[in-house]
């Protein structure tokens, strides 16, 4: 769930950084995508700690 999460927010944070630094539509494109693999690949590490910590 986290992974889903976490590739939702960075996908739409890096949407908003590119539109800020007046990008056009493939660059927005662009951002969303890596920054929402970054934040996906965050959220799995996420997961893993909580799954071998036992919190969840």
Do not use: C, E, H, P
């Amino acid at each position: 769930m986290l992974v889903i999460i976490g590739f939702v927010v960075g996908a739409l944070w890096g949407a908003r950084v590119a539109m800020v630094r007046k990008g056009n539509r493939a660059d927005i494109a662009q951002y969303a995508a890596g920054y929402g693999i970054a934040f996906g690949i965050l959220g799995l590490f996420a997961t893993m700690v909580i799954g071998w910590t036992g919190l969840g």
